[in-house]
């Protein structure tokens, strides 16, 4: 490739148009005012479209020859720095020789080693022989002969080379192959074992058979019939005279003439032009500003532009760089010199010196033909100029416009393209999402943290985060992380920067900031909140206590059998004893000498006597009284049987009046209170007994008669809001002293009745026993007392309190 392409600059002249504002002043009717007499005048802005001339800069595309080149006639020559003097130039800075001639520029002849083109062929001459640099031939000293200078036949005794002899060696010796001649004379002296004379001119070979064809005095070999011509001819008959500028044998010597004139071939003698003389016919036969043939003219040339005026003729010679008849016109364009003749070399606009041929080069360019453009950072004549481009690819060498780098614009490409464009002259919009920025030279978007793709409009994977989703997130329990700073998406229940920590106790859900609302100490599941109840709860919010007769976790185990129980606890299912009771089910009542809950007091009492189980009373044997049987007993006592008579007569009465009373108050409160909802029943049991004698049994303990003969007096009492049931002297055997005991129930009374009807127990045979002289009556299950009895609404709960249990009575003997 020998042509480049580069932009160049240049400025046009070109109309353009333009829109010109004027105000137009209109005139129109009278005022509105009715106080104005003139015409109001109305103003109005129009535009004209007027033209001017503008000179705008342009690039352009333009081609020129590579560096090492040079265009002639649109063509790009090369051009090589020295001339190639014997050789032309085919390559930049590279000649190619004729044949005999070597170097750089062609201008060394070949050694005596080597001929041919570029010297490249090895001369084989031996014996000091010298080698023809065109054809190769040897040239043998004296006294050798041969192709190769390999035969001696004799030493050599004078200093003329080979075939030549007489003075200055200049005379040819016509000897054959078998002698050679003597170097003064010419004679020839025969080698040994040869004999003979010389062919006569123009005959040579065998029995000098053949004829010779060589011209102009030219000898040829007597052996060979090979030319050997005399001065001033050369060729292969010597039938050509010497070139021009050349003379002499083999034509080796080189005119010195001067003024045109030419030199005889064989002497070199100047043959003068008309009007010089001299042995080199530098010299004017007229003097200086003359000619003619009696010099009689004056010459015309411009004295300052004319080397010499011809002496016949009156010609000017004029000096290098001007031209014209009389010397008086300067070099066309494109040549310089003597007589102009000389085309320039000079490339890109340059225009040479007319008399050197100097290259004055353009804007731009520089080198010894202009062929080279300024070099980086430099522009305008002679290349003299400093760029002042900040972010540029190259100023311009012409007149330093700056070509900016993409990104960049400005008359130094010193202002970054703003936000939003790139590209050459910021001219391309960029095309980023989500606030990325994008690169002012190729458009290419910087993502902000959070988003991925050619636009950034990718939302970065679950996993990863920050610029291009480059990041990774390192979260465990996680939903991902926040795709811009990382932070990990714990999952519900979960906290700390890797939610590795699970939330707090008392908080749950997403990032922790719900709080429990489970009750009872119970925890709640840190990513539902979904309450954790602890054994003996139950309910969303663990509010509830396990209901009766259940306990544990989750409240579904069931309550061992207790028998004197309130209910069993919640949480661990043991049994809740009533005060008297006592073992794993409540089924043994205190010790005796302690009483109350869990049997945890001990008895007071005095005298021996002992306390009752639940409340601790003392039971005092006769004689003796007090809260702890201190105090003496001065009463008599009455007849146990007259006692339990006016006892259950006075009962029978009591309870008759009692009944009528409530059926009565029954009605009217229900009349009045339909709304009223029923109240939790509730019952409680207190026990008072005095014994103030032993009562003895008269009879033996039958069955039968214990059966018929015991009576129960029963009385109730009940109020408006909280009616109470009292039940007085329980059941009691007949031959069994009174005891003053007594029941106290507090129930609402259902609307439908009006009073609470007690039952008194039965008496069965299983339920007595005969133990020697004492009568036993197996305790029964106060919690079923009142089940028997029927009162209504008791069974679903538990006693309160339990009535004494009959003392076991001593028989006489």
């Given at each position: 490739?020998?042509?480049?392409?580069?932009?160049?600059?240049?400025?046009?002249?070109?109309?353009?148009?333009?829109?010109?504002?004027?105000?137009?002043?209109?005139?129109?009717?009278?005022?509105?005012?009715?106080?104005?007499?003139?015409?109001?005048?109305?103003?109005?802005?129009?535009?004209?479209?007027?033209?001017?001339?503008?000179?705008?800069?342009?690039?352009?595309?333009?081609?020129?020859?590579?560096?090492?080149?040079?265009?002639?006639?649109?063509?790009?020559?090369?051009?090589?720095?020295?001339?190639?003097?014997?050789?032309?130039?085919?390559?930049?800075?590279?000649?190619?020789?004729?044949?005999?001639?070597?170097?750089?520029?062609?201008?060394?002849?070949?050694?005596?080693?080597?001929?041919?083109?570029?010297?490249?062929?090895?001369?084989?001459?031996?014996?000091?022989?010298?080698?023809?640099?065109?054809?190769?031939?040897?040239?043998?000293?004296?006294?050798?002969?041969?192709?190769?200078?390999?035969?001696?036949?004799?030493?050599?005794?004078?200093?003329?080379?080979?075939?030549?002899?007489?003075?200055?060696?200049?005379?040819?010796?016509?000897?054959?192959?078998?002698?050679?001649?003597?170097?003064?004379?010419?004679?020839?002296?025969?080698?040994?074992?040869?004999?003979?004379?010389?062919?006569?001119?123009?005959?040579?070979?065998?029995?000098?058979?053949?004829?010779?064809?060589?011209?102009?005095?030219?000898?040829?070999?007597?052996?060979?019939?090979?030319?050997?011509?005399?001065?001033?001819?050369?060729?292969?008959?010597?039938?050509?005279?010497?070139?021009?500028?050349?003379?002499?044998?083999?034509?080796?010597?080189?005119?010195?003439?001067?003024?045109g004139a030419r030199c005889f071939n064989i002497n070199g003698g100047c043959l003068c032009e008309p009007g010089f003389k001299g042995p080199r016919c530098d010299h004017r036969m007229c003097p200086d500003g003359t000619y003619g043939?009696?010099?009689?003219?004056?010459?015309?040339?411009n004295s300052q532009n004319t080397l010499s005026c011809h002496p016949l003729k009156g010609e000017c010679t004029c000096r290098p760089g001007w031209a014209g008849l009389y010397c008086n016109e300067t070099c066309a364009h494109g040549?310089?010199?003597?007589?102009?003749?000389?085309?320039?070399?000079?490339?890109?606009?340059?225009?040479?010196?007319?008399?050197?041929?100097?290259?004055?080069?353009?804007?731009?360019?520089?080198?010894?033909?202009?062929?080279?453009?300024?070099?980086?950072?430099?522009?305008?004549?002679?290349?003299?100029?400093?760029?002042?481009?900040?972010?540029?690819?190259?100023?311009?060498?012409?007149?330093?416009?700056?070509?900016?780098?993409?990104?960049?614009?400005?008359?130094?490409?010193?202002?970054?393209?703003?936000?939003?464009?790139?590209?050459?002259?910021?001219?391309?919009?960029?095309?980023?999402?989500?606030?990325?920025?994008?690169?002012?030279?190729?458009?290419?978007?910087?993502?902000?943290?959070?988003?991925?793709?050619?636009?950034?409009?990718?939302?970065?994977?679950?996993?990863?985060?920050?610029?291009?989703?480059?990041?990774?997130?390192?979260?465990?329990?996680?939903?991902?992380?926040?795709?811009?700073?990382?932070?990990?998406?714990?999952?519900?229940?979960?906290?700390?920067?890797?939610?590795?920590?699970?939330?707090?106790?008392?908080?749950?859900?997403?990032?922790?900031?719900?709080?429990?609302?489970?009750?009872?100490?119970?925890?709640?599941?840190?990513?539902?909140?979904?309450?954790?109840?602890?054994?003996?709860?139950?309910?969303?919010?663990?509010?509830?206590?396990?209901?009766?007769?259940?306990?544990?976790?989750?409240?579904?185990?069931?309550?061992?059998?207790?028998?004197?129980?309130?209910?069993?606890?919640?949480?661990?299912?043991?049994?809740?004893?009533?005060?008297?009771?006592?073992?794993?089910?409540?089924?043994?009542?205190?010790?005796?000498?302690?009483?109350?809950?869990?049997?945890?007091?001990?008895?007071?009492?005095?005298?021996?006597?002992?306390?009752?189980?639940?409340?601790?009373?003392?039971?005092?044997?006769?004689?003796?009284?007090?809260?702890?049987?201190?105090?003496?007993?001065?009463?008599?006592?009455?007849?146990?049987?007259?006692?339990?008579?006016?006892?259950?007569?006075?009962?029978?009465?009591?309870?008759?009046?009692?009944?009528?009373?409530?059926?009565?108050?029954?009605?009217?409160?229900?009349?009045?209170?339909?709304?009223?909802?029923?109240?939790?029943?509730?019952?409680?049991?207190?026990?008072?007994?005095?014994?103030?004698?032993?009562?003895?049994?008269?009879?033996?303990?039958?069955?039968?008669?214990?059966?018929?003969?015991?009576?129960?007096?029963?009385?109730?009492?009940?109020?408006?809001?909280?009616?109470?049931?009292?039940?007085?002297?329980?059941?009691?055997?007949?031959?069994?002293?009174?005891?003053?005991?007594?029941?106290?129930?507090?129930?609402?009374?259902?609307?439908?009745?009006?009073?609470?009807?007690?039952?008194?127990?039965?008496?069965?045979?299983?339920?007595?026993?005969?133990?020697?002289?004492?009568?036993?009556?197996?305790?029964?299950?106060?919690?079923?007392?009142?089940?028997?009895?029927?009162?209504?609404?008791?069974?679903?709960?538990?006693?309160?309190?339990?009535?004494?249990?009959?003392?076991?009575?001593?028989?006489?003997?």
């Amino acid at each position: 490739m020998t042509k480049s392409l580069f932009l160049s600059s240049f400025t046009t002249s070109v109309k353009e148009s333009y829109a010109q504002p004027f105000d137009q002043v209109k005139y129109e009717g009278t005022c509105f005012e009715p106080w104005s007499a003139n015409k109001c005048t109305r103003h109005r802005i129009t535009y004209k479209t007027l033209y001017r001339q503008v000179v705008k800069m342009d690039y352009r595309r333009r081609y020129q020859c590579c560096r090492g080149f040079y265009e002639s006639r649109n063509k790009c020559v090369p051009r090589c720095t020295k001339e190639c003097v014997h050789g032309r130039c085919v390559a930049p800075d590279r000649c190619q020789c004729e044949s005999g001639w070597r170097g750089e520029d062609c201008s060394s002849s070949c050694n005596a080693q080597h001929w041919g083109p570029g010297c490249k062929q090895r001369c084989e001459c031996q014996n000091g022989g010298e080698c023809d640099v065109i054809k190769g031939n040897c040239q043998c000293p004296a006294g050798y002969t041969g192709e190769h200078c390999q035969v001696q036949p004799h030493p050599p005794s004078d200093p003329c080379p080979a075939k030549s002899f007489g003075q200055d060696c200049l005379q040819q010796c016509r000897c054959g192959t078998g002698g050679f001649c003597n170097k003064t004379t010419g004679e020839c002296v025969c080698r040994d074992g040869f004999t003979g004379t010389l062919c006569p001119p123009g005959r040579f070979g065998p029995n000098c058979a053949k004829e010779c064809l060589c011209h102009n005095g030219g000898h040829c070999d007597p052996e060979k019939g090979q030319c050997q011509c005399d001065a001033g001819y050369t060729g292969e008959r010597c039938n050509e005279d010497c070139p021009v500028g050349m003379y002499g044998v083999d034509c080796k010597g080189v005119c010195d003439c001067a003024n045109g004139a030419r030199c005889f071939n064989i002497n070199g003698g100047c043959l003068c032009e008309p009007g010089f003389k001299g042995p080199r016919c530098d010299h004017r036969m007229c003097p200086d500003g003359t000619y003619g043939m009696h010099c009689e003219h004056h010459c015309l040339c411009n004295s300052q532009n004319t080397l010499s005026c011809h002496p016949l003729k009156g010609e000017c010679t004029c000096r290098p760089g001007w031209a014209g008849l009389y010397c008086n016109e300067t070099c066309a364009h494109g040549y310089y010199g003597n007589g102009c003749l000389e085309p320039c070399l000079c490339v890109n606009g340059g225009v040479c010196d007319t008399v050197t041929g100097e290259c004055h080069c353009a804007p731009g360019y520089t080198g010894l033909h202009c062929e080279k453009l300024c070099e980086d950072g430099f522009y305008g004549k002679g290349c003299l100029s400093p760029c002042i481009c900040v972010n540029s690819i190259a100023c311009s060498p012409i007149d330093g416009t700056c070509f900016c780098k993409e990104g960049w614009r400005g008359l130094d490409c010193s202002i970054a393209c703003s936000e939003g464009t790139w590209g050459s002259g910021c001219n391309l919009t960029c095309q980023c999402a989500n606030g990325a920025a994008c690169h002012p030279a190729d458009g290419s978007c910087k993502c902000t943290a959070g988003w991925r793709g050619a636009s950034c409009d990718e939302p970065c994977p679950i996993g990863t985060f920050g610029p291009d989703c480059q990041h990774k997130c390192d979260c465990l329990h996680d939903e991902g992380c926040e795709s811009v700073t990382g932070q990990c998406l714990c999952l519900p229940g979960w906290t700390g920067l890797r939610c590795t920590q699970q939330c707090p106790e008392g908080t749950w859900g997403l990032q922790c900031n719900q709080s429990c609302s489970c009750l009872n100490s119970a925890t709640c599941q840190a990513n539902t909140g979904t309450c954790l109840c602890k054994p003996g709860f139950w309910g969303d919010q663990c509010q509830h206590m396990c209901s009766a007769g259940k306990f544990g976790e989750r409240c579904s185990h069931q309550c061992p059998p207790c028998v004197h129980v309130s209910s069993c606890h919640h949480i661990t299912g043991d049994c809740l004893c009533l005060p008297g009771y006592t073992g794993h089910l409540c089924e043994q009542a205190c010790p005796i000498g302690r009483y109350g809950l869990h049997c945890s007091n001990v008895c007071s009492c005095t005298k021996n006597a002992t306390c009752h189980h639940q409340d601790g009373l003392c039971l005092c044997p006769a004689g003796w009284t007090g809260p702890d049987c201190s105090l003496c007993d001065m009463m008599v006592p009455v007849s146990p049987v007259e006692k339990d008579s006016w006892s259950a007569i006075t009962g029978i009465v009591v309870l008759v009046i009692l009944v009528v009373l409530l059926l009565a108050v029954l009605l009217l409160y229900r009349h009045r209170q339909q709304d009223k909802q029923s109240n939790t029943p509730v019952v409680s049991f207190s026990s008072t007994r005095t014994v103030s004698s032993e009562y003895l049994c008269l009879t033996c303990c039958l069955v039968a008669e214990l059966k018929d003969s015991c009576v129960a007096v029963s009385s109730s009492s009940l109020n408006s809001e909280n009616p109470y049931a009292t039940i007085k002297d329980l059941p009691g055997l007949p031959p069994c002293p009174p005891e003053s005991s007594y029941m106290e129930m507090k129930s609402a009374v259902p609307r439908e009745r009006s009073y609470t009807e007690i039952s008194p127990p039965v008496m069965t045979p299983s339920t007595l026993s005969c133990r020697g002289n004492v009568v036993e009556q197996e305790p029964q299950n106060h919690y079923d007392l009142p089940i028997n009895s029927h009162i209504p609404g008791h069974y679903d709960l538990p006693p309160v309190r339990r009535p004494p249990s009959p003392s076991p009575r001593r028989l006489p003997h």
